[in-house]
């Protein structure tokens, strides 16, 4: 029998190893955490107790327990991780080191969309200590982020030449890197956009808005969804250019997804990639809707199935009718420990959406970080704004003080007029 091992518990590894069992591959599940402490309640049919940073340990009992694939979710440490793993085994992986460098590193990947004509945010090049006419020299506003971090750890917002430094220490704090990325703050409504590779061929099959909640910060992006606008701006600005950039890159087989920005200048913006699954679960929503099965594909890659551009997935043109959506609940500028989750079952039994606890109850929680995130498909944007409406009705996540802590998504305004835009688009079409 075939054997898949997970390196990790994670995001989407349930749903990954659903796949791998249903071909009857025997799936096991590695962490350093003991099986009743992992995040994540994996259901793999067996379980290793080691760390998935101990690559010898984890490749002397693949080797003797025979095993045919290495696999991870969502999680950056253990991509590297499973990298190796499969090099030293000689199994099949989706991605390179080199190609996965683009992914955590914002400069390379920066560098990378400007060698390709993809557009990003103008960047200002300054020495690790600034000198006062390198930062008189910088158009405010700006953001400074970390080079090598995701979910917009170490990034930070600045509107003087005072909060530069304390930025860029701040974003070194949480970086194994000195160089910190300092671009001008682009202002508008976030998109996603999910590619699907095979031989060095790329599909756009997935674009998405991301919103935050007014008075909220930007980067907490409470709802993923296919209600969308801007599509064919998308297609004619981004598109073309970013399959280059994936080819390019050397990003040939996998999934990738990219988050970019509609400026008020009225052009796109990328911001940054990742060459994984996403961690707000968008993958469920989008292989209802699309038909296209990314936790599959990435099975495939690992199993030693090579995949075909004939293979890819109908690339979109056009708006889906359907709503998808992931409604994630952030936690508020406050931290502490959570006391008690309410609601979630009453949700789950008026509604088919799948919950994520990316947090449970008795465990710390920091400001403006993952609590739960819903994921759905609806016929209609009325339905999917009632769906949210009723989460923010009926779920509350309680700190120890007694206190609800979640940032709750009301803006359906928003939504709605994404909604009336594309209907406008095919009117005059």
Not at 49 to 72: F, W
Not at 359 to 380: D, M, N, P, W
Request: aromatic content about 10%; hydrophobic content about 35%.
């Amino acid at each position: 029998m075939d054997k898949m091992l997970m390196l990790g518990s994670c995001k989407a590894g349930n749903e990954l190893l659903y796949e791998a069992k249903k071909r009857g591959i025997h799936t096991i599940l590695a962490d350093r955490y003991t099986q009743d402490q992992v995040k994540f309640n994996v259901e793999a049919d067996e379980f290793w107790h080691i760390d998935t940073s101990d690559i010898d340990e984890l490749e002397k009992r693949c080797r003797a327990e025979e095993v045919t694939a290495v696999i991870n979710g969502i999680s950056t440490f253990n991509t590297a991780s499973t990298m190796e793993l499969c090099r030293r085994l000689g199994l099949p992986c989706c991605c390179s080191p080199d190609a996965w460098s683009y992914t955590i590193n914002k400069e390379k990947f920066k560098n990378l969309c400007e060698k390709n004509g993809v557009p990003v945010a103008k960047a200002y090049h300054i020495s690790n200590q600034p000198t006062r006419e390198e930062l008189e020299r910088i158009e405010y506003p700006v953001v400074v982020k970390a080079i090598d971090q995701s979910a917009n750890r170490g990034m930070s917002y600045c509107f003087s030449a005072d909060e530069i430094v304390p930025a860029m220490e701040y974003a070194r704090s949480l970086s194994g890197n000195e160089t910190v990325i300092i671009e001008k703050m682009l202002s508008g409504t976030e998109y996603g956009a999910w590619y699907a590779m095979a031989d060095g061929e790329a599909r756009l099959f997935g674009f998405v808005s991301m919103l935050h909640q007014p008075e909220e910060p930007n980067n907490c992006y409470s709802v993923t969804t296919t209600v969308a606008d801007h599509l064919d701006l998308y297609l004619k600005e981004i598109d073309p250019y970013f399959c280059q950039a994936l080819k390019e890159g050397n990003m040939n087989e996998g999934i990738a997804w990219i988050e970019l920005i509609l400026d008020q200048d009225g052009h796109f913006y990328v911001l940054e990639m990742g060459y994984r699954l996403a961690g707000d679960m968008m993958a469920g929503p989008l292989k209802e809707i699309t038909h296209f099965d990314s936790y599959s594909w990435l099975i495939d890659i690992a199993a030693g199935f090579r995949h075909k551009p004939q293979d890819l997935p109908k690339k979109q043109t056009q708006m889906y009718d359907r709503a998808g959506c992931s409604y994630i609940l952030w936690s508020k500028d406050m931290a502490g420990s959570v006391s008690k989750i309410y609601g979630v079952e009453e949700i789950c039994s008026k509604y088919e959406v799948k919950v994520t606890y990316d947090i449970k109850e008795g465990q710390e929680f920091r400001a403006h970080q993952y609590l739960l995130t819903f994921t759905f498909v609806e016929e209609s944007t009325e339905e999917m704004c009632d769906i949210i409406a009723n989460i923010n009705k009926c779920v509350r996540v309680m700190d120890d003080k007694g206190e609800n802590i979640v940032i709750y998504f009301n803006d359906y305004k928003t939504i709605y007029q994404m909604q009336d835009n594309n209907a406008k688009k095919i009117g005059r079409n």
